[in-house]
């Protein structure tokens, strides 16, 4: 089992709807991540956390507000969403890149994402 | 020119052979090389990282980087019809941004 957990695994929502996507992981890692992941194509960064401040915004549409609420959360905020935007959404996390650390493992490990369907 | 390259397949092999998955790219400041392994409707899988150049073994798993040339590969020894699915690779430069750059993707079917 990943030792990153998303919920729900399977979200379907209207496009007036409001949800929330949920990861945990309990790791100590201090960098956690969302990503969006259409069918046959590779995950693509939305949002970096590191030490719980936003640190990367990939120009993702306002419709969706990450969170952090504490070093082991993270939260996507979704609201008024596109069926375009239906896709798996994958958290992950690691240890934060210092550039000290030489050869260290960092664990990016990913969650088993949340498949949503806007409707 | 994209950032990695990485041929899409799709690669039918038979079980027990040794596959081979390959990703070329151009930023010379990447450090970092994982390749994930993901199921069908599941999250990405982490089989192995490597930091620079060299070889590391896992099992049956080999990654190889080669940053003379750019090039990094993954061999499958004695392929099994569960190693069937979609094959990533990833990298990221050191001390910089957390962001990791994926190639395409290759997807693997090992026919028993």
Redesign the interface.
């Known amino acids: 089992d990943?030792e990153?957990t998303?919920t729900p695994k399977h979200l379907v929502m209207g496009m007036t709807n409001k949800k929330s996507l949920k990861c945990e992981q309990h790791m100590g890692h201090r960098?956690m991540?969302w990503y969006k992941q259409k069918a046959?194509?590779?995950?693509e960064?939305m949002f970096?956390y590191?030490y719980e401040k936003l640190?990367?915004n990939e120009s993702v549409p306002s419709r969706f507000s990450p969170e952090c609420p504490n070093s082991s959360l993270l939260n996507l905020h979704l609201h008024a969403l596109q069926p375009e935007d239906s896709a798996?959404y994958?958290c992950a996390s690691?240890q934060?890149?210092?550039?000290?650390a030489?050869?260290?493992?960092?664990?990016?490990?990913?969650?088993?994402?949340t498949?949503l369907t806007v409707v | 020119q994209k950032e990695v390259e990485q041929d899409p397949g799709p690669l039918s092999v038979p079980e027990g052979a040794i596959v081979s998955l390959n990703c070329t790219y151009s930023n010379s400041a990447f450090q970092y090389f994982m390749w994930y392994r993901q199921y069908s409707r599941k999250g990405p899988e982490l089989l192995m990282y490597t930091y620079s150049s060299g070889n590391k073994e896992d099992g049956r798993f080999t990654a190889q980087v080669d940053k003379s040339s750019k090039y990094i590969s993954l061999f499958i020894r004695d392929s099994q019809p569960s190693d069937s699915a979609t094959y990533l690779c990833a990298m990221i430069t050191q001390g910089g941004s957390e962001k990791l750059v994926f190639g395409k993707g290759t997807k693997l079917t090992v026919n028993p």
Do not use: C, H
Request: no cysteine.
């Open positions: 990943t990153v998303q960098a991540y046959k194509k590779p995950p960064l970096v590191s640190s990367i798996l994958l690691s934060v890149f210092l550039g000290t030489v050869g260290e493992d960092y664990g990016y490990t990913f969650g088993s994402g498949r």
